[in-house]
């Protein structure tokens, strides 16, 4: 399963529908401060099933639906599509033979999220499990946010092991869901 696209409306800062383009190779998104970085990397953990605010740098859920700035009024609703190529056909039953995958999540206001796989509603459950079968997910060790290689190098001895174990973990246990 390649990742292929992300698209983005009244997801955080990006108030107006913004595209990105996943071509191989990519590995990294470098730009000033404050440009919205983080928050490209965030709304690929939020379409794959993120369930924490916190992690999402809010107190609600709801924090990530565009809040207003100058001269443009907050949104109701934020939504995040993934485009996934499935030509390999890797992805799990029942979408083993969708040549493409398109993966949504939209949040409204005191309504929650709903997700969606090809237009079909599914349930959060359903998207965090075909990511998990493809080894990687909203919590994935593989999603590096700005300042944590440096915080690994700055670690503890103590801590970084704990830091690798928890890699370690993940990938076992990815990899047995996968076997299952
Ligand atoms: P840095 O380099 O400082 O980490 P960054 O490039 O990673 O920044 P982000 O932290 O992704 O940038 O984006 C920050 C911008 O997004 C800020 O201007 C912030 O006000 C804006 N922002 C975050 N959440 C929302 C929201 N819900 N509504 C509107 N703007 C938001």
């Known amino acids: 399963m390649q990742f ?9 800062s990006f108030v107006d529908p913004a595209e990105v383009q996943i071509e191989a190779g990519l590995t990294g998104i470098v730009g000033p401060n404050g440009c919205g970085k983080s928050n490209v990397l965030e709304s690929l953990r939020w379409v794959m099933g993120a369930n924490s605010a916190k992690a999402m740098r809010g107190q609600g859920m709801e924090d990530v639906i565009f809040a207003g700035a100058a001269g ?5 609703h934020a939504e995040v599509q993934l485009t996934i190529d499935n030509a390999q056909k890797r992805a799990p039953q029942p979408f083993t033979d969708s040549p493409m995958l398109e993966v949504s999540r939209r949040i409204e206001r005191g309504r929650g999220s709903t997700y969606r796989i090809n237009g079909k509603e599914v349930r959060a459950r359903d998207v965090q499990l075909l990511f998990a079968d493809a080894s990687t997910g909203a919590n994935s060790p593989a999603l590096v ?3 944590q290689i440096s915080e690994l ?5 103590q801590n970084r092991r704990r830091i690798l174990e928890a890699v370690s973990y993940t990938h076992l246990r990815a990899h047995e869901t996968s076997l299952h």
């Open 4 to 12: 292929q696209r992300l698209r983005l409306v009244g997801f955080k």
């Open 153 to 157: 190098i700055a670690a503890k001895p």
């Open 145 to 147: 946010r700005q300042g």
């Open 72 to 76: 443009r009024p907050p949104r109701n």
